[in-house]
Each structure stands twice: as C-alpha cells, then as structure tokens.
C-alpha cells in the first residue's frame, strides 16, 4: 500500500473529480460514513458527539458527519470554527443538507461559542474535522481554541483523514493538534501516521476507501505501508522433503560478560524464525548461558586472542551472519570486527555494538549488507541527534543507507526500512509493550534467518520487521500489552508466520 504526500493526495482527488466523474459531493458522502463507522466503534447508539467542523473541504466532511449522525438518532452539536460566510462552495453545500435533515450548527461568531466549547466535555465523543492536509503553519485563533478544548475535555477523538494541527508530510505539531483516537484516513496512508508527532497524535489508524480509481491508488511513489500479503508472498517456504541443510545456516557473533543473554535471544528468535542451524559464536561463558536456554544452536567458543580468524577459518559453513548484539564496544571486541569484517563476504546484519564499531570508525564488511539501529545508533551514524532522528525518520534511514551502501532498519513506532534507489518501507505492525530489553536481539535472529534463507537485505529487513512486530501483537492480545518478555515474543514467531501465509494465500 503506498503512502502518499499531501500534494499527491489532492492530485487523486483532482483527477478522481475532474477526470473520472467523481464528485465532490460522492467522496465527501463516504467520507463521513467511514468515519461515523468509526464513532459507532467507539460509543453505542444514541450517544452525544460533537462535530468539530473547519472552513474547508476536511470541514465538509465533518458537516456530512453531523447529518448522517443526527438522522442515526444520535445526539448532534455542530461546531463550525468560522462565521458561515467564510465556509467555502463545497463545505457550503454540506452545511445546507446537514440543516435541512435538523442540524443546528453553532459558528464561532455566535454569542454561545464558548458555551458550546465547553458543552464538549458533556459529550460522549468528539469528531475532528477543523483542518485537513493541506494545512502549513501554525495553528492560531479559534482553530487552536477548538483543538485545546477538544483534547482537555477528556473525551475519545475521532480524526476526519488527519489530526488536525500536524502537517501531514513531517508528522510535526503546527503549534498545537488534536490528539485522537482514532484517525480514519482516506484512499491511502499518509506519512504523518510513521513520524513526528504523527504517531502519537493519531491514535489507532485506518485507511476508509472513498471511492478513488484504483489505477490512481496503485500508483508507485517514494514510500509504502507493510501488508501481510506482500510479506506472505516473500516469506520462505519448506517443501515437504526439506532438511535442515536446505534452511539457512546461521552465525551469531554476539554477547558478552556484561550481555549474555542477548547472544541467547538472537539465536532463541533465530531458531523460532525456522533457520536450520544456528551457531552462536562467543567466549565460553557465553556460550554456556546460550546453550541453558537454546539447547538447538551449535556453538563455536572464541578463544580471547585468535577470535576473528577462527571466525574467518569457518566462513563457508555459514550462510549469512548476524554481528554486534550484546557485545560491548571494548577495545577486543572493536579489534574482533575490525579484522572479521575485513574478509568478510556472506550476507550479514550489524546491530547494537555492531552499529557503535561502525559509528567508533570500524569500516563494515563489502557484503550484502542489513543494519538495525535505533534512534540513538541512528544519531551516532549520522551525526545528528535522536530527536531529530524522530522526527525524521524517512530522511535519516534513507541517508544511513546511501552512506553505508546498506540497506537499513531503523527502529521505533512504524519501523522504516530504506535501501538505495527503492522505496522506503514502512511497518506499522507492533505495540508499546515491545518497548522492552531484548526485542532487537530477537528482531536479529529472524532477520538473519530471512538473510541465510537467500532473501536480499532489504526483503529481509522488511519482511522480519512485519513478522517481528505481528508476533508482539499476538503476544499483546494473548498476555496483555505490558509485561510480555523479548522470550514471550519469540515463541509467537511461528504462529506469526502461519497466520501471515494464510492472509496472503486466502488475499
């Protein structure tokens, strides 16, 4: 599904209207269905909403809103933050039909303004529709009154296509948003629901369709939502006479005193990934906690000195590697990656002191490559800092990977896979309660499982931060959201996997 600018989202709608017989009238009508299927998720019938309109086409929308959901017998108040003759044509119209079925909208103008302001924290849900994608600077006067009062009156928020006060291209706050519940977006995603602001402001998202020809929809641009057909289609599949030769051999170089047990999860989300054999390559008390709690992987135990060429002198066993989590960033271990990234030449992922070596000056290997950070490894690669990492996520993955010729991963609320000349893809599988130690070290083992069962870095990294992330939300819905381990996690990768091969097969 690809994500679409604000500019490229008024050019379907142009050509949906001027070229293609749809009207404004029709979008705007399923617009507001869509959102009050929304409403109707979140309150029963009957309920009190108040319908926050702005003066333009993202108004119009909550105008239809506002009809649709008076003539369903709910109970209507109708906030429109302009004076009725700055309204515009298609919002105009709306607002005739919605007063003609009963409606009785209030406009900012109006002696009861503030009364019906405040009226919102009576209600039972609000309906944003103040401003749309379009809008650029910051938010000021009544606007932000309205949003103000709509986020302290401690209602739920239903977003008409967009919060409104964030920009919908950076995710960034226009000075004050409304912060929703839910947003229902229309034709296809746009980039403020995966950066800035954006993420948290728009609550839980869907994308409602309105009608748009589905050749404008189909459309590529710069940037594309995850789906589980897509992910289905590319996951490895085992025919009945495999053997586990035949399913990626794996090493993991990972692990330390300090972080035994990050070697442990890698190669526990390896195995649950379905890599046919995995070796843990680490000192002795390492491999030791490792073999504890994964008695499947293999292990090759590093002598304190002749590490990296013992590493070297098995390379060919191994199908892709996996280097860095866990295993600090001493003066050994920089020496370690030094001398082993120099020769070597199999498909590997780089995370945690794997990313520090590189960021510290250690070159990286001349191999298909796939790194992992997050926005502090990020910031430590780029120069920058996290926030601005945060804050922009698609440019900071993107030029990570045009300066290590990589494709890379970067982690966080809608993970952002970008490699050199493709599309940046974008994850939105996943929930808070994998803001938890340990769930990068799994995320590793899958990924380079993906890597040694011969799919390219950058199907890998996207396919594994899909799989990673759906295996966190089956976790969520069977154990709750928070609390679950990085250990949880990996024992839902197969029943991930199964459930994301069946989507695709029954799509």
Not at 121 to 147: F, H, K, M, S
Not at 331 to 353: G, N, Q
């Amino acid at each position: 599904m690809w994500i679409v600018t604000a500019e490229r989202s008024r050019r379907i709608d142009w050509i949906a209207r001027e070229e293609r017989g749809l009207t404004t009238a029709i979008l705007m009508e399923r617009a507001g269905e869509a959102v009050l299927e929304a409403v109707e998720e979140l309150v029963g019938p009957h309920s009190r909403v108040a319908v926050l309109c702005g003066k333009g086409n993202n108004g119009g929308d909550g105008l239809v809103v506002a009809r649709l959901a008076h003539l369903d017998d709910y109970k209507v108040s109708c906030l429109v933050a302009c004076p009725q003759q700055e309204l515009g044509a298609d919002a105009t119209a709306r607002l005739i039909e919605a007063i003609e079925a009963g409606v009785e909208p209030v406009f900012c103008d109006s002696a009861v303004w503030d009364e019906a302001l405040a009226h919102m924290a009576q209600t039972d849900v609000i309906v944003d529709a103040l401003l749309g994608t379009g809008t650029r600077g910051e938010v000021e006067g009544v606007y932000r009154e309205a949003i103000v009062s709509a986020n302290s009156s401690g209602k739920p928020i239903v977003a008409v296509d967009i919060p409104s006060g964030i920009d919908c291209d950076t995710g960034e706050m226009l000075g004050s948003a409304i912060y929703a519940t839910r947003t229902v977006t229309f034709g296809l995603p746009k980039p403020f629901l995966f950066q800035g602001e954006g993420i948290e402001r728009s609550g839980k998202w869907t994308v409602a369709d309105i009608g748009f020809p589905c050749d404008l929809l189909d459309e590529p641009t710069s940037a594309m939502a995850l789906t589980s057909d897509w992910v289905g289609s590319l996951l490895p599949k085992r025919s009945r006479t495999s053997h586990k030769g035949a399913n990626g051999s794996l090493l993991i170089v990972a692990g330390s005193w300090r972080y035994p047990g990050a070697a442990a999860l890698a190669a526990m989300g390896a195995i649950r990934a379905g890599c046919g054999l995995v070796t843990v390559a680490a000192i002795p008390s390492v491999c030791a906690t490792v073999a504890s709690h994964v008695p499947e992987a293999i292990f090759l135990p590093l002598p304190d000195i002749e590490g990296a060429e013992l590493i070297l002198s098995e390379m060919d066993r191994y199908d892709a590697a996996v280097f860095g989590p866990g295993a600090t960033t001493e003066s050994d271990a920089l020496e370690l990656f030094k001398t082993v990234w120099h020769e070597w030449r199999k498909p590997c992922l780089i995370d945690a002191d794997g990313l520090n070596a590189i960021a510290k000056g250690v070159v990286p290997p001349s191999c298909p490559l796939a790194l992992t950070p997050h926005p502090g490894e990020a910031s430590r690669l780029l120069g920058w800092t996290a926030k601005e990492v945060n804050a922009k996520r698609f440019d900071a993955a993107t030029q990570i990977a045009g300066k290590f010729n990589a494709s890379v991963l970067l982690k966080g609320a809608c993970t952002a896979v970008a490699s050199n000349g493709d599309p940046i893809r974008i994850n939105a599988t996943g929930n808070p309660g994998m803001a938890a130690a340990g769930m990068g070290d799994v995320l590793s083992g899958v990924v380079g499982t993906l890597l040694a069962q011969d799919l390219d870095p950058e199907s890998a990294l996207a396919c594994g931060a899909y799989w990673h992330g759906f295996a966190g939300d089956l976790c969520a819905d069977d154990m709750g959201q928070i609390g679950f381990s990085a250990s949880d996690l990996a024992a839902y990768l197969p029943r991930a996997r199964e459930i994301i091969i069946q989507e695709c097969v029954f799509e």
